[in-house]
């Protein structure tokens, strides 16, 4: 199933994320996503998170497909060359995995093999259109693919908090003129900067699904604040984390901010993207305590 | 050694919009400059009489130099609606830089040739890529400007203006968007998806 048909029929679309092992035995996050995720529309699986070597977003997508779920397939430009993704895609495509996030994808040197070549022939948006060509029939190198082509929900991401949030949105209008059909935002802590960059990104006509990751206890809010771009805690949320050490490592904290952070912004976008970061089976109470 | 040819015609006449200021740089002993086929454009130009002055000159990436050279065009440069510079990618980025918010125009790609690569002042930066993006970026280059070397826009790793890979690097695409903000040409994100062209070996180029 297409993502995109949810969003036609105004569906509040409800996705969350998994990320792959470094191994090859994935029973565990299968059979999590099966008890915690089986309810939501789809999931999103991870292609080497942070530039970290793990197993492969295909295969764990094709392995949650056979499970009974709807996988989303992220995709980097980080790895690959314009071969490869072609190729990936029309591996997706033949295995029914339809839904397709296209990133740029972190810095290699972020990650666990900061020794490797970053690729970046491609990026966000050219692997957009090369999805949309790939649809139409054609390669990158304009050549006809045989046989039926491929039919993607083609997703994307913006960072809708971020201190450039102009430059995103440049960004976001060159997505959408690639291709882009629906939109996941980095995570989302101060509604009221979210609703602003919706007042301007809804001229685009795209649907988009506010970015959750579920806090875990303060160190983890501060550590963002300090390292990872288009995410700021606000204070009141780390003082609320270091309050009571025990709700927030039962999670009863964090799931409360994130409920209450899909409460305020539910109004102004069409779905919500829940990043647990382990902590999927959270996930049912998040959408519980956020009335969804 | 470098190499630098003119970028096809229509792409350069697509640039001509009003009287323009041209800048040579000949004479650099690190790069090869397509003297003859300049010269010959620009005669065509001043025959049109759309040509507000001319300076022909050596090492324009010499941020000390410049300005002095400049100055003694001042009023043919507030003239001119662009400048048309015939230089590798450095000097460009380096009248780019100095002439801001100024239309600033590259009428060359840039190449490498095989052997010792040129001295590159300051912070200016030209990768040789042959496909030279600065008429779609203010005349900042994306290519070394952005450690993913993006052409299509800004990634997510930025944060307070600084490139999540190196701390000590200002974010390409914030550069790039303020610069076109400031000369009015942020309509270039309207244009079509930028795609690199590996294949950008002269050789390859001329087949």
New interface residues.
Partial sequence: MRITECFDRGEFVVTAEVGPPKGINIDGIVAEAKEFLSGITAVNVTDCQSSVMRIGSLATCKALKDAGLTPIYQLTCRDRNRIALQSDLLSAAMFGIENVLALTGDHTKLGDHPQAKPVFDLDSVSLLHTMSLLEQGVDLGGNQLVGEPPKFAKGAVVSPCSDSVDVQLAKMERKVMAGAEYFQTQAVYEPEKFIEFMETAKQFGKPVQLGIVLLKNAGMAKFMNRNVAGIHVPDEMIAELAGDKEKAKSGETGVKIAAEIIKACKPYCQGVHIMALGWESKVPEILKLAGI | MLITKLKDKEMIASLLKGKVFVINCFGCKEVHFPEEEAKALQKEWADEGIVTGVLTTDYICNPENLPLRLERHKAEIEAADAVLVFSCGVGVQTVSEYLAPKRVCACCDTYPLPGGQGVTPLEYDCDQCGECWLNLTGGICPITAC???????????????MC??DPEME?G??RI?RRLAQTGR?DV??T?????N?ATDLELKQE
Wanted: hydrophobic share 35%.
């Fill in positions: 450690s993913k070397s993006l052409v299509n826009g800004q990634c997510g790793g930025a944060k307070n203006g999540e890979v974010c695409w914030e968007y942020l994100f309207k079509p998806v930028h795609i690199h590996f």
